[in-house]
Structures are given as structure tokens and as C-alpha cells.
Nanobody, 124 residues
Framework: QVQLGESGGGLVQTGGSLRLSCAASGRTVSSSAMGWFRQAPGKEREFVATISSGGRVTYYAASVKGRSAISRDNAKNTVYLQINSLKPEDTAVYYC?????????????????WGQGTQVTVSS
């Protein structure tokens, strides 16, 4: 079984940057594709970014493409999400997820394990 724990969220001004971390425990996720999703109050959870098991392939939602980067350090069993030029629309709880596949996906139902989330708030 895999447990995922996000960290790095907080309150940031518009235009600032954050790097979120997701540390996995229980077993290695080196064979698992990983994803980041986010959910704002009263809204559906939406895809942000995904990375293949080896880190060779990444894919981003249009809302963050060009100002974000997903990466992983399999030796640390950790995945990261860097977001620059933060906007108020980025305010949400950010979740990381792992799937039982090496291939990344932007589809929420493809993922098997989820973290508890970390709050990101971007002030106007």
C-alpha cells in the first residue's frame, strides 16, 4: 500500500512561486506514473500535471502550461510541482496521486492512491 503526503503550500502573492512536494511511503513509487490535481471550494477537482514513472514524459493542463514544471526524484520517493507566476485562480487544495501504471494520465479515475492535499492561496 502507498501513502502520499503533500507539503509546500501556503499563502503567496499574485506573481509569486511555490514548489509543492509529495513524499510517498509504504513502498516505492518508482514504477508508478504520478499526477497533480487541484480543487477549489465549490468546484470539481481538475487535472494539473502528470509525469511518467521514469520522468521522461510530462503533460500539463493548459491553465498551467508554460509556468509550471513537474519532476520526480525516485531515490527520494518524491514528486514535485513548481508553479510560477501564480494567479488568484490557482487558489485550491492541491493533491498528488499515483497509479498502477508507468504511463502518465490526466484522468482522475486512472489513479489509485491519493494524498490528503495541501492548501495554496494566492492573494490579489
Amino acid at each position: 500500500q502507498v501513502q502520499l503526503g503533500e507539503s509546500g503550500g501556503g499563502l503567496v502573492q499574485t506573481g509569486g512561486s511555490l514548489r509543492l512536494s509529495c513524499a510517498a511511503s509504504g513502498r516505492t513509487v518508482s514504477s508508478s506514473a504520478m499526477g497533480w490535481f487541484r480543487q477549489a471550494p465549490g468546484k470539481e477537482r481538475e487535472f494539473v500535471a502528470t509525469i511518467s514513472s521514469g520522468g521522461r514524459v510530462t503533460y500539463y493542463a493548459a491553465s498551467v502550461k508554460g509556468r509550471s514544471a513537474i519532476s520526480r526524484d525516485n531515490a527520494k520517493n518524491t514528486v514535485y510541482l513548481q508553479i510560477n507566476s501564480l494567479k488568484p485562480e490557482d487558489t485550491a487544495v492541491y493533491y498528488c496521486a499515483a497509479r498502477q501504471s508507468a504511463v502518465g494520465s490526466g484522468v482522475e479515475s486512472h489513479y489509485d492512491y491519493w494524498g490528503q492535499g495541501t492548501q495554496v492561496t494566492v492573494s490579489s
